[in-house]
């Protein structure tokens, strides 16, 4: 099972940006799937995640202002950034939950970096 990330890169403060996540391989169902950050110096933190039923949950510093989405038929994740600040300035991770135990998977990470 892979993830491939992509749609990071450099923006200004108040602008946005759309990033989006792939899975592939060996795959029968995907479960909870979420994107996670982390900036310089600290440590990963989540962002946001959605359910296969497609219930989301969002880190209290980006409610209002991130959305996450999925398309479980294309098996991808994406993540609309908007009114962004440069404190979301870190490299963002997409991951998903491959099965009924828990096994997780990573994607390999896309920097944002949102200059003021």
């Known amino acids: 099972v892979q993830l491939q990330a992509s749609g990071g890169g450099l923006v200004q403060a108040g602008g946005s940006l759309r990033l989006s996540c792939g899975a592939s391989?060996?795959?029968?169902?995907?479960?909870?799937m979420g994107w996670y950050r982390q900036a310089p110096g600290k440590q990963r933190e989540l962002v946001a995640t959605?359910?296969?039923?497609?219930?989301?949950t969002y880190a209290d510093p980006v409610k209002g202002r991130f959305t996450i989405s999925r398309d479980n038929a294309k098996k991808t994740v994406s993540l609309q950034m908007d009114s962004l600040k440069p404190e979301d300035t870190a490299v963002y991770y997409c991951?998903?939950?491959?099965?009924?135990?828990?096994?997780?998977?990573w994607g390999q990470g896309t920097l944002v970096t949102v200059s003021s």
């Open positions: 991951n998903a939950v491959v099965n009924a135990n828990g096994v997780t998977y």
């Open positions: 391989g060996s795959i029968f169902r995907l479960y909870d």
């Open positions: 959605i359910t296969s039923g497609f219930r989301r």
